[in-house]
């Protein structure tokens, strides 16, 4: 019974010195923080991807301190922080771009490609995969913008029959790049030059009261009478021209007049200008104008067809009465026709019994010819279709003054000529004596409201209602 207490008591000495050491070997020894393996964390930013290592704060582990103050040992826990730290977005590296490798020209290139990658994976071995951060760029060049409306349509429909053809484009991925070249203007040389001194020259004297070029009006208005002042033009034969017609004029009334006087008044007269309602009375300048107006006359509006005069034979027959009642030959005489310049074709108009016909004038809404015929013995104004319907008779001759004043010296016959439509068609111009002197003379296009243009004592003939600018056109 000693034996096992005294036993028990070096039993334990035995474990209290060793508890005493493991003691003093610990309290010389400094604790230790165990981190955790930081987390790596792969987050996309706009078009670029960053790699950031996000590190937690870290956490003691907790020791145990043996106290020597009592023979039990006491537990302490060291306290853990409970604090939240933001992680922070450290980027580790930018991307390296990588160009694509360049397409195999032929098969030939492919296979010996294939046989060098085979050669390189059998002695070294095979190719490290790619990293994440090497990335091709994908360049997109921005759409030009559109001119206009028609091309924007054309690309939409162009956008439409590809969606057609091939499908749906490929979505955009999220690293395209958007290149925006910068250029650097390279400076440029400035050179340098070497004056020479010119030789001075004396400088002339300008000539005084040097004259000045003026524009020549189209025509002059006559605003306190109704003659121009006598002057002579340049003795050249008016001719119609190629020539526009100043569009000043269109919707006046042209005509010749002898009112001017001078040496040659109806050989040379001058070419007078005046509105429809018989104001704003005035000369042209330059009488071509009227000229290459008159020749316009003849043509349609659209120059598809040109009325003219030419000679036919006409065939008569004597009356029953006599024994010989073949048909006779009569001298050629004038008369209307037109010709289509679509077809080629040309077609007599008038066909009267005993009467000429000329001057003719094309409608400028209808197909209606006015023209001057004596069918009834006088010269008188009249209008047709140009099928040859539609004749009509539209002035009158004073046939009871005929008969009266005929077989007199001072008889004058009454005689009308040259008309001209007006722009819209409804009234036509035309000169006449039946006031004892050639005047100009105004009526509907059914010879009705009949008024007078002319105020004065001189002749006054030919005139031209002016409603085209175009010249006519070259046969």
């Known amino acids: 019974m000693q034996i096992r207490t005294l036993t028990g008591y070096i039993l334990l000495v035995i474990g209290l010195s060793m508890m005493l050491s493991s003691f003093l070997f610990w309290k010389d020894i400094a604790p230790f923080i165990i981190e955790p393996t930081p987390t790596a964390i792969i987050m996309p930013v706009a078009t670029r991807m960053i790699i950031v290592q996000v590190t937690s704060t870290p956490k003691p582990t907790p020791i145990m301190v043996i106290s020597t103050a009592t023979i039990e040992p006491t537990h302490t826990e060291i306290t853990i922080p409970t604090e939240t730290v933001e992680p922070t977005l450290t980027p580790i590296q930018e991307y390296v771009i990588v160009t694509s490798t360049p397409v195999p020209e032929n098969v030939i290139t492919i296979a010996a490609l294939a046989s060098h990658a085979t050669k390189i994976a059998e002695t070294v071995g095979t190719y490290t995969p790619v990293p994440p951060n090497l990335v091709t760029p994908i360049i997109v060049v921005p759409t030009h913008q559109h001119g206009n409306e028609a091309t924007l349509t054309h690309r939409q429909n162009e956008a439409t029959a590809i969606v057609f053809l091939y499908g749906e484009s490929t979505a955009t991925p999220f690293n395209v790049w958007t290149a925006t070249p910068t250029f650097t203007a390279k400076p440029k040389k400035t050179p340098t030059f070497t004056s020479t001194p010119l030789p001075t020259k004396t400088p002339k004297p300008s000539p005084t009261n040097t004259p000045t070029a003026t524009i020549t009006p189209v025509f002059i208005l006559l605003t ?111 008369v209307i026709f037109f010709y289509d310049y679509f077809y080629n074709a040309e077609e007599q108009i008038t066909h009267f019994g005993t009467g000429f016909a000329w001057d003719p004038v094309w409608s400028p809404t209808r197909e209606q010819i006015a023209f001057v ?24 001759t004073n046939e009871e003054y005929n008969a ?40 509907n296009a059914d010879g009705s409201n009949l008024y007078s243009l002319s105020t004065t004592s001189h002749d006054d003939w030919d005139p031209v209602w002016i409603k085209y600018t175009d010249p006519p056109r070259e046969n």
């Open 404 to 443: 009266r004043e005929i077989g007199k010296d001072t008889f004058i016959p009454e005689v009308n000529g040259r008309p001209s439509w007006s722009h819209d068609g409804n009234q036509i111009v035309f000169w006449s004596n039946r006031t004892r002197n050639r005047q100009i003379w105004v009526m």
């Open 373 to 396: 015929a004596n069918e009834s013995k006088d010269d008188e104004i009249w209008i047709v279709n140009r099928d040859g319907s539609g004749l009509q008779r539209l002035t009158e």
């Open 224 to 334: 306190d009478r109704e003659v121009a002042t006598p002057w002579l033009e340049k003795e050249v034969e008016p001719t119609p021209t190629t020539e526009s017609i100043p569009a000043v004029l269109v919707g006046k009334i042209a005509f010749l007049s002898n009112r001017s006087g001078g040496p040659t008044p109806l050989r040379k007269p001058l070419v007078y200008v005046i509105d429809p309602d018989g104001s704003n009375l005035g000369v042209l300048t330059n009488s071509t104008p009227y000229y290459t107006a008159l020749a316009r006359e003849s043509y349609s509006a659209d120059q598809r067809f040109r009325t003219f005069v030419r000679s036919v034979p006409r065939l008569w027959r004597p009356d029953k009465k006599h024994d010989d009642d073949r048909w006779r030959r009569w001298p050629d005489v004038p």
